[in-house]
């Protein structure tokens, strides 16, 4: 762990994310009391489960049925 002033940070920002690189833990202090703690960012593990929405979600047969005519001439309409 690293203490830095609050205007020692503001002056050595660029050495600061360079110890955070190396999984240090930096702790910036006013009046000699400590006031921050900056760490490393970890990137958030999203989990996926495959099948998780399985019965959960229902359509009616209708839904895959073949759109009117009409319809599907908006559809493809350029503008």
Known sequence: M???SV???KTHLS???TLLDSDDEVVISRYGK??????????PQIVR???ALKNLIEFNESF???LPE????AWNQKF
Do not use: C, N, W
């Open 70 to 73: 009409e319809e599907m001439s």
């Open 64 to 66: 895959f049925d073949e």
């Open 7 to 9: 205007h020692q940070a």
């Open 2 to 4: 690293t203490v830095f």
């Open 34 to 43: 400590p006031v921050a703690r900056i760490v490393p960012y970890e990137q």
């Open 49 to 51: 489960k495959p099948g």
């Open 15 to 17: 050495r600061i994310l």
